[in-house]
């Protein structure tokens, strides 16, 4: 059967190495890696281009359909079954887990193994590198012993690919013709340093137990045991795949340019460190009793405001750089020809006064249930109070980084009162003085004053999209889950029926709003919104429709138990960046909601 040019987002499993990781899809093609990190260029990338992307393909002689893959238990080993007419070819593929690279002889490894399960098979093993983010071919050189080495140049890393047998040119692309007895396992070792790599005798099998007990360690100190249990675990091996271990910063998805809806222009490079979406994500991991990840974060972002002291940003590279310009790639054609391909994120330069919220109550958290310390990141925490309580009522571009101009955000605000909020609960902590925590006081009353009467409308019948403005947004279900409100107060239980009936879709599934936001084209519903929707409906008291809702959400991630950003209301169909942090984080915070039943304050929540 031949192979479609693109594949389903949803067919994609996803392995890593805390650093960077590879997409690979039901028929074992590796159709997406960026090597050393996460936002360096793809080696393999036809996840973009079909024709100018590059894969590296394990194919059987002959032909081949897939018949089943799965996570080997709680890790992030991938397993992949094809079958064809002799029999069945059994792929396994990981990546060496690395929190940190500490050694000389240290590299980057993902591995292949590859088994013939019921008789021999011939397979053909294909590598097709890409360099220049897609505009050439990266020189290959056949070396090693017999031939079995394959040496790569891409870019500014050099990468080896040790092979069973022997490598031989097929055109511009590089393959190996292997005959597989059955139950031999044959490997296939990609290894890298960024420019250092030789050729190292291992143990493949080695690498295999090594990767697995990482993962089975890591996931052990899990402390969630409710409902959708295997769910929250995959959610949180998924999460920590997104962490850049060598700095403690996080990814908000691994992918660039994947699209809100097929052949539209709303195609964002995710790979970077955005300060919400890693402060809700910690928010999740805390919530399952993961702290470390909270405390390395803390002291990355306090490294950063120590680069740059004067002003925060939205958003960062994963190193702590402030350059992540965006540009456009008019040589690929994108996902499905949604063009155009970014790397770089324009956002980047947007003002949201949201981060400063997310931040604090992160830290906040970190510290009364992670037991964090504070003082150690008190000069960031006082500069963004302080920004927070000088700027609370200017405009900004919001949590949804619209291009339409900036404009006072609801959900902006709130942020800004929960800053205050947790700072003021803090300030024993952080030796704040009497005057600046009676200022702090003032200035949240104010800001809860604006919501509670700019921030309502009463022909809506439901808190705004911005202030003063007639539109909605599903950022208000936010309000009872920083506790603002209870959510059975009249206004939130009112704003929940508004949003239900104008702002979903047959199945119930949120868009975040429908207003003009100075993009062209459409996007699907937003899987964060739709699950904050079971938050609130959960803390409400309402289980049977909470749970009913959760059910039809989750049964829009994979096989794999991997999500996108959004779903395509009619197909169902998964769009946006994958595997999504935000959802994966959504997944686990509205599984313990559920689990907790009636409870009227969110987890973690109460003080």
Not at 140 to 156: F, M, N, S, V
Request: include cysteine.
């Amino acid at each position: 059967m031949p192979r479609p040019r693109y594949v389903p987002i949803s067919d994609y499993g996803v392995i890593g190495d805390l650093h960077t990781v590879a997409l690979v899809d039901r028929t074992g093609s590796i159709d997406w890696l960026c090597v050393p990190r996460f936002d360096s260029p793809f080696v393999f990338g036809r996840l973009l281009d079909a024709d100018r992307g590059g894969a590296m393909t394990v194919e059987p002689v002959d032909p081949a359909v897939p018949d089943s893959r799965r996570y080997l238990g709680d890790t992030n080993v991938l397993e992949t079954v094809l079958s064809t007419a002799r029999g069945r070819l059994q792929l396994t593929d990981f990546m060496v887990a690395r929190e940190r690279l500490t050694q000389p002889d240290d590299d980057h490894v993902l591995a292949r193994r590859l088994v013939a399960l019921d008789g021999d098979l011939e397979v053909v093993v294909r590598v097709d590198a890409r360099c220049r983010l897609g505009e050439a071919r990266a020189p290959a050189t056949i070396a090693g012993e017999h031939g079995r080495c394959l040496l790569i140049r891409h870019d500014e890393t050099v990468l080896h690919i040790d092979g069973h047998g022997a490598w031989e040119a097929d055109g511009d692309q590089a393959i190996q013709r292997l005959r597989l007895h059955a139950g031999e396992p044959a490997w296939i070792l990609l290894s890298y340093d960024a420019g250092n790599t030789q050729h190292r005798e291992r143990s493949p099998q080695g690498l295999l137990t090594t990767t697995q007990r990482y993962w089975e360690r890591w996931i052990g100190t899990c402390a969630y045991d409710g409902p959708y249990e295997h769910l929250v675990r995959r959610s949180a091996l998924a999460l920590k795949l997104l962490i850049y271990s060598p700095e403690g910063s996080i990814v908000a998805a691994p992918t660039t340019s994947l699209p809100e809806s097929i052949g539209g222009a709303r195609n964002w490079d995710y790979r970077y460190t955005w300060l919400r979406d890693s402060a809700f994500f910690l928010y999740a991991l805390q919530v399952i009793g993961y702290h470390e990840e909270a405390a390395r974060f803390m002291g990355w972002i306090e490294r950063v405001h120590r680069r740059e002291p004067k002003h925060f940003r939205i958003m960062y590279g994963i190193d702590g750089r402030s350059d992540i310009a965006e540009v456009e790639l008019p040589h690929l054609e994108g996902y499905r020809g949604s063009h155009p391909v970014r790397v770089g994120n324009g956002a980047s330069d947007q003002r949201q006064l949201d981060i400063y919220g997310e931040i604090i109550d992160a830290a906040y958290l970190h510290y009364r249930y992670g037991r964090g310390q504070l003082p150690a990141i008190r000069p960031t925490l006082l500069a963004m109070l302080n920004e927070v309580n000088d700027h609370w009522t200017e405009p900004d571009n919001g949590i949804w980084e619209v291009r339409g101009g900036p404009r006072q955000f609801l959900y902006s605000k709130l942020q800004c009162w929960v800053a205050l909020d947790r700072g003021l609960r803090v300030a024993d902590v952080l030796g704040v003085d009497a005057a600046t925590r009676r200022r702090w006081a003032r200035t949240r009353e104010e800001v809860r004053h604006a919501i509670l009467t700019r921030g309502w409308s009463e022909s809506l019948q439901s808190f705004r999209q911005a202030l003063d403005e007639d539109g909605l947004d599903a950022t208000a279900l936010m309000l009872p889950l920083l506790r603002f409100l209870p959510a059975t107060d009249d206004r939130i239980r009112r704003t929940v029926d508004t949003i239900r009936r104008t702002l979903t879709d047959p199945s119930g599934f949120v868009y975040r709003y429908r207003a003009a936001d100075g993009l062209t084209g459409s996007e699907g519903t937003f899987m964060l919104c739709s699950f904050w929707l079971v938050d609130v409906l959960a803390l409400q008291g309402q289980i049977s429709e909470a749970r009913a809702l959760f059910e039809r959400l989750i049964r829009c991630g994979n096989d794999l138990g991997l999500f996108s950003e959004e779903v395509e209301p009619a197909s169902f169909a998964a769009l946006g960046n994958f595997p999504q942090a935000f959802t994966h984080v959504a997944v686990i915070n509205a599984a313990a909601h559920l689990e907790r039943g009636f409870r009227p304050t969110p987890i973690l929540r109460s003080v």
